[in-house]
Nanobody
Framework: QARLVESGGGLVQAGDSLRLSCAAS????????MGWFRQAPGEEREFVAG????????YYADSVKGRFTISRDNAKNTIFLQMNSLKPEDTAVYYC???????????????????WGQGTQVTISP
């Protein structure tokens, strides 16, 4: 059974960095677009970043552009989200998701992603 497991969340101060990982098991996602989403309390889950199946293209929400970097290691069936210059408004549960076969990673719609992890909490203190 396909499974995505996020790790790397935690409590840090504004301006700090965190690196999230998402390890896939049960199947390989090396031919699938992957993405990171986040959901703050009382808010809808929103797209943060996407990466194409090859890793050659990446896309970001305007709110994180220039601060976050998504990447993938297909040999390890793992994707990453490097988060720098963190702000209190980045506080949320972060989810990784697997999208379309040979997808570009551009699609920010939640229903474009078929597999989801359980999420990891990221909390940024002022």
């Amino acid at each position: 059974q396909a499974r995505l497991v996020e790790s790397g969340g935690g409590l840090v101060q504004a301006g700090d960095s965190l690196r999230l990982s998402c390890a896939a098991s049960g199947r390989t996602f090396s031919n699938y677009a992957m993405g990171w989403f986040r959901q703050a309390p009382g808010e809808e889950r929103e797209f943060v970043a996407g990466v194409s199946w090859s890793g050659g293209s990446t896309y970001y929400a305007d709110s994180v552009k220039g601060r976050f970097t998504i990447s993938r290691d297909n040999a390890k069936n793992t994707i990453f989200l490097q988060m720098n210059s963190l702000k209190p408004e980045d506080t949320a549960v972060y989810y990784c998701a697997a999208g379309g076969f040979r997808g570009s990673g551009r699609d920010s719609r939640r229903d474009a992603y078929d597999y989801w992890g359980q999420g990891t909490q990221v909390t940024i203190s002022p």
